[in-house]
């Protein structure tokens, strides 16, 4: 699995860090989500598609590999 957030449409909401906070954590500087090292593990697929899910922008894409 493979889990990428968008940089240039990710806008700070923070719903994907809210939703799984083991897949997600978000930039002090500007708030924007990135992928904690291991939220690509496959047992966080479920988290990361409902995180996905969430984003208001549609910054986030999970693909399975």
Do not use: W
């Not at 968008?6 to 954590?25: K, R």
């Not at 939220?39 to 988290?47: R, T």
Request: negative net charge; hydrophobic residues 35%.
């Amino acid at each position: 699995m493979k889990v990428v957030v968008d940089e240039n449409h990710c806008q700070g909401h923070g719903l994907c860090f809210m939703t799984s906070p083991q897949v997600f954590a978000l930039r002090e500087e500007d708030g924007h989500a990135y992928v904690l090292p291991g939220g690509d593990d496959p047992a966080n697929e479920h988290a990361a598609r409902e995180a996905a899910e969430s984003c208001p922008e549609r910054a986030i894409s999970v693909v399975s590999e």
